[in-house]
């Protein structure tokens, strides 16, 4: 890349962070210092304002970046993440959004703990929330890196090395000094950024095909070099019986990890009502559905404009077809439309990066603040104390996100995300929905719910081909690989529920049928709701 580019993207992604720093500058000072404040903004965002916060929250880099790298890539198949992210959101819609605001306070352990013995269901729902956080903000950090790479021209790993702690260190700021006042509004100005810069790619490439969508998929299957299979599924997922099934696992990962992670539930807490909570979800739905119907005319774009081996010899894994896409839409590398297009698409997507990774931190430290400590600190301690621990959290939390985003540089961010979304199936959907709609459910079925999924998750990700016995590994040079999928959803979102069933029925413990009944009412009607 030349200098051009690099003085103008670092100029323009200088210009949001100093906006979004003034931001939080401006909440910190008039921030109450209450739990509420800090976790759920007061709880005073309108439904429009959630809705696009929502949809900032949700629109990370690996949609930007990693979904159309792998259209790019691998065409019919990259779409799966696109079918998938959307219909997630018809589950929250109908299963979650409205009974979880009613139900919870801060986290999705309040939802759980209302009706059973809060310290060990606290402590199991917070120690999956922050697993699940750290995971979704590892492909953010290699998002980050692999973009900075591109722009300085893959100048070696330590200007990657040094961005993903930069990153860190700006996501730290946010969550401690503003909390969720400031995240929210961060999020804001990112979804209008992202929109903004997403419609204009891909009016872009239709005026380059001459508005004919069919022109595009044809010039796009004969560059992959794949002919008519690239617009036919299985050249990612059709190979032989292991990759199909690791197609049906990513698949439901995808739609039912949504309604599972700790920062998409967080932010229904930050409306004043269930009925808010609600059409803060529409809202969501129409914006990123708009995105994610465009995430398709790039993917094809970058394809048909730029080249699968173009995109592949820049990052192995296609997260920086985007950003080549819209080098070559302005006219290249030597032009100044060129140089100009790029330089905004990298700025957008460094803004979704640090977004993004405001949000799941956030989340994460109010796991740690508001159920970890707050189940093991000592009763005598002081209420307020409990939004310093989450500044705290906050800090360890990105120490260990930017250490594992350094290990995993070389992955899809948006199959990194999909080990995310697996784990939240596994381990949060389960309790989630065994505690809204199950009348006999016990604390030991909640723990064991949470820790059944959880464990085999983890468990069969370090024993699958992402982590050791291929080239593509995280450890290439080792080999124990003993389990064949790279998504562990198809094994481990059903033994999450089988394990809170199992623990349900198994348990001495007498439900409390009282307390399912408040929160029967409490969830439909939202009476008595914080």
């Not at 790993?157 to 400031?182: C, D, K, P």
């Not at 129409?286 to 094809?300: A, E, K, P, R, S």
């Not at 989340?363 to 301690?381: G, K, P, Q």
């Not at 050791?468 to 080999?479: A, M, Q, R, T, Y």
């Amino acid at each position: 890349m030349t200098g051009d580019h690099q003085t103008l993207a670092l100029l323009l992604f200088s210009v949001f962070v100093a906006v979004t720093l003034a931001i939080t500058t401006w909440v910190s000072r008039n921030r109450h210092g209450s739990a509420e404040e800090f976790y759920a903004g007061g709880r005073l965002f309108s439904p429009m304002e959630n809705g696009f916060a929502i949809a900032g929250d949700y629109m990370s880099a690996a949609s930007f970046l990693g979904v159309t790298g792998l259209i790019a890539l691998f065409g019919y198949d990259g779409m799966l993440y696109v079918v998938g992210f959307l219909v997630a959101w018809l589950v929250v819609l109908f299963l979650v959004a409205e009974l979880v605001r009613n139900c919870g306070r801060f986290t999705l352990a309040d939802v759980v703990a209302a009706r059973m013995n809060e310290r060990p269901v606290r402590i199991a729902a917070g120690t999956s929330s922050v697993a699940v956080s750290v995971l979704y903000l590892v492909a953010q950090m290699v998002g980050a890196g692999s973009l900075v790479a591109l722009l300085l021209g893959g100048t070696g790993e330590a200007a990657r090395t040094w961005t993903v702690i930069g990153v860190g260190a700006l996501m730290v700021i946010y969550v401690s000094l503003g909390g969720m006042r400031a995240t929210t509004w961060i999020q804001i100005v990112k979804a209008v950024m992202l929109l903004g810069g997403t419609i204009a790619l891909t009016v872009l490439v239709l005026v380059r095909f001459h508005g004919d969508f069919d022109q595009l998929l044809l010039s796009a299957a004969e560059r992959s070099g794949h002919g008519e299979k690239f617009l036919a599924p299985g050249l990612k997922y059709g190979e032989n019986w292991t990759a199909r099934l690791d197609f049906i696992s990513l698949g439901l990962a995808l739609v039912l990890g949504t309604a599972g992670l700790p920062h998409i539930l967080s932010r229904f807490y930050t409306v004043p009502t269930a009925r808010a909570a609600r059409r803060s979800v529409v809202w969501s739905i129409g914006l990123i559905g708009g995105f994610y119907l465009m995430t398709i005319v790039l993917g094809f774009g970058a394809a048909a404009i730029v080249g699968p081996e173009a995109v592949r010899g820049s990052n192995a894994a296609g997260n920086t077809a985007v950003p080549l896409l819209a080098l070559d839409l302005g006219g290249g590398a030597d032009s100044t439309g060129g140089t100009v297009l790029f330089a905004i698409v990298a700025a957008v997507a460094f803004a979704t990066i640090l977004a993004v990774v405001a949000g799941i931190t956030l989340a994460s430290s109010a796991s740690v603040a508001h159920d970890l400590y707050a189940s093991l600190r000592r009763r005598d301690a002081k209420p307020r104390s409990e939004v310093a621990v989450a500044r705290v959290a906050s800090v360890g939390i990105g120490v260990v996100a930017i250490a594992l985003g350094l290990l995993a540089r070389d992955l899809n961010v948006a199959f990194l995300v999909g080990l995310a979304f697996a784990v939240a199936a596994s381990a949060n959907l389960p309790v989630l929905l065994y505690s809204l709609f199950w009348r006999g459910f016990t604390t030991r079925g909640a723990v064991w719910a949470v820790y059944g999924g959880l464990i085999p998750a983890m468990v069969l990700v370090l024993l699958s081909p992402v982590v050791s016995g291929s080239p593509e590994s995280l450890f290439p040079g080792v080999d124990f690989q003993y389990f064949p999928l790279q998504n562990p959803g198809l094994v481990s979102i059903p033994l999450g529920f089988v394990a809170g069933w199992l623990g349900t029925v198994t348990s001495a413990e007498v439900a409390d049928e009282a307390k399912h009944a408040e929160t029967e009412v409490r969830s439909l009607t939202g009476a008595g709701a914080a």
